[in-house]
């Protein structure tokens, strides 16, 4: 299946998921400013957030970092600079098996929503599994699970043009 969207990329904004031995390794790329690495370790500096979801009728614990702080961290605009033609602006996640989901920019930033979506790196305290992770974007405010992407691969932010 082919993905062909008619956007205009403004900011490019690429994460990579991929787990090296024990570390997991996160690329970001913004528009023309210089490609950062986050690690584990890195995500363990950030703020660390935990929420409760259920999934399929089990109740279950994640922790990770915002996707906000991610994005924040990453120059996407967050906060004052969310306004005007920023909030044309979309978050396309794309699983590793291909999965694709669509967010709103404004649903990351609290200053919007009172939503904490987040970026997990471990469910009932443990590490994710290859086949939840190794990061995985849980959205505790949506009744169904659907957006809740796991195995993060990429994350591009996106902003439509008239």
């Known amino acids: 299946m082919k993905l062909i969207l008619t956007a205009l990329p403004l900011f490019s904004l690429v ?5 090296a031995g024990p570390q997991v390794k996160v690329v970001v790329r913004v528009d023309d400013k210089p490609e950062q ?3 584990d370790t890195d995500l363990a500096k950030m703020p660390r957030h935990h929420v409760s ?3 399929h009728g089990t109740k279950v614990e994640y922790d990770g970092v915002l996707l906000h702080d991610v994005l924040e961290k990453a120059g996407a605009p967050i906060g ?3 306004k005007g033609k920023a909030l044309t602006t979309y978050v396309l996640a794309t699983a590793r098996d291909g999965y694709v989901v669509v967010y709103t920019l404004t649903e990351t930033d609290s200053a919007f929503t009172d ?5 997990a790196d471990r469910a009932q305290g443990q590490p994710l599994s290859d086949t939840q992770g ?3 974007i849980v959205v505790p405010s949506d009744k169904k699970p659907a957006r809740s992407l796991r195995m993060l691969e990429r994350i591009d932010v996106v902003q439509l043009r008239k």
């Open 115 to 119: 939503s904490e979506i987040l970026v």
């Open 37 to 39: 690495i986050f690690t």
């Open 53 to 55: 979801v259920t999934e």
């Open 134 to 136: 190794p990061l995985r």
């Open 15 to 19: 994460l990579w998921a991929q787990s």
């Open 80 to 82: 004052k600079d969310l």
